[in-house]
């Protein structure tokens, strides 16, 4: 047997000086063709006293083949490339997707208004004219209307909501004063598709009704927010601005904060950022669900939300909000 072993050193040895490749002496010295695995195969058969030797014998040939090898081939041959892999790791997680900038905006909004003592509130997309209009202190002749082009979805009572403001009425319908809320939702308009317009849009609208509410307690909710949510520098300023469901109206601006009220392309040259509208609730909104003006009063207002979610990540086009393109 020892012999046997002597030979293939010997022969490997000769292999050596000829031009035979790596994979060649391979196949001959260590494949399962082999002479040598044969002889390691039969070891387990040899009388114990000689197994111990041969054994010993057969692996050092074994090894010096091996590294012999390794070294004319110039790369390890023992292992696969494969071999620095951890099979028993766990795997790679797949990417479950990420939140859509409206979802995150809506919840850091929510957070804020929370905090404030308001609930979230929501009501159905498909609406009737009473509860988007006629309530809202908009009958049927009012000019207003013309501003909003509604989408009918079979007769003219029935309609895809114009704005959030239908929420609302009917959170004053059926929940006790006093009364805080915060409406996030969608709303629908007959509007042609641009840059900055959409005929399915978001609106962020808030309300608050109760005894002794006045406006300085929507400019002081509104300053509260405008400085939690875009930072304890914002300046706010209010401007009277006509809206039919509420009186007096009024436009929330914020400083310009690219600019500080210099004037710049964001703010359009103005130095200040229109954010929201609101206003007092118009005592017909009131009446219109049964709650006497002469003893509680509200404000409400409504947050340009797609506007806003555009200005905090810098997405220059609405429709990029909306379009489920994935570049
Ligand atoms: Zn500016």
């Known amino acids: 047997m020892l012999d046997k072993i002597e030979k293939i050193k010997k022969n490997f040895e000769y292999d050596l000086q000829s031009d035979i490749n790596a994979t060649e002496l391979k196949r001959k010295y260590l494949s399962k063709n082999s002479e ?67 979802t995150l905006i809506a919840r850091e909004m929510n957070n804020i208004f929370k905090s404030l003592g308001f609930s979230v509130y929501a009501g159905p997309e498909i609406e009737t004219d009473e509860y988007v209009f006629e309530k809202l202190n908009l009958p049927k002749h009012h000019p207003a209307r013309s501003l909003q082009d509604t989408l009918i979805i079979e007769d003219p009572e029935i309609i895809l909501r114009s704005h959030t403001s239908s929420v609302e009425i009917r959170a004053m319908e059926n929940e006790k004063l006093p009364l805080r809320i915060v409406v996030p939702g969608r709303a629908f308009r007959y509007e042609d598709l641009n840059q900055t317009n959409h005929f399915a849009f978001y609106q962020y609208e808030g309300l608050a009704v109760g005894k002794n509410i006045t406006m300085a307690d929507l400019k002081g909710t509104f300053e509260i927010f405008a400085k939690m949510f875009w930072g304890p520098e914002t300046q706010i300023r209010i401007r009277a601005k006509y809206y039919p469901q509420v009186e007096p109206g009024c436009g929330l601006d914020v400083l310009c904060g690219f600019c500080h009220g210099k004037g710049c392309p964001v703010c359009k040259r103005r130095g200040w950022i229109e954010i929201a509208g609101g206003g007092m609730v118009h005592p017909n909104a009131l009446r219109s669900v049964g709650i006497d003006p002469n003893i509680y009063s509200g404000f409400a207002f409504g947050i340009g939300f797609d506007r806003t979610v555009m200005q905090k990540y810098k997405i220059d086009d609405i429709r990029k909000l909306y379009d489920g393109t994935l570049y």
Request: proline content about 6%; glycine content about 6%; charged content about 20%.
């Open 36 to 102: 040598l695995y044969a002889i390691l195969s039969n070891i387990k058969n040899l009388p114990p006293e000689e197994r111990k030797h041969v054994g010993l014998q057969v692996n050092e040939l074994k090894d010096y083949i091996t590294s012999v090898i390794e070294q004319r081939s110039g790369h390890n041959i023992t292992k696969t490339s494969y071999s620095h892999i951890d099979v028993t790791l766990p795997g790679k997680r797949h990417k479950l997707g990420t939140y859509h900038p409206n």
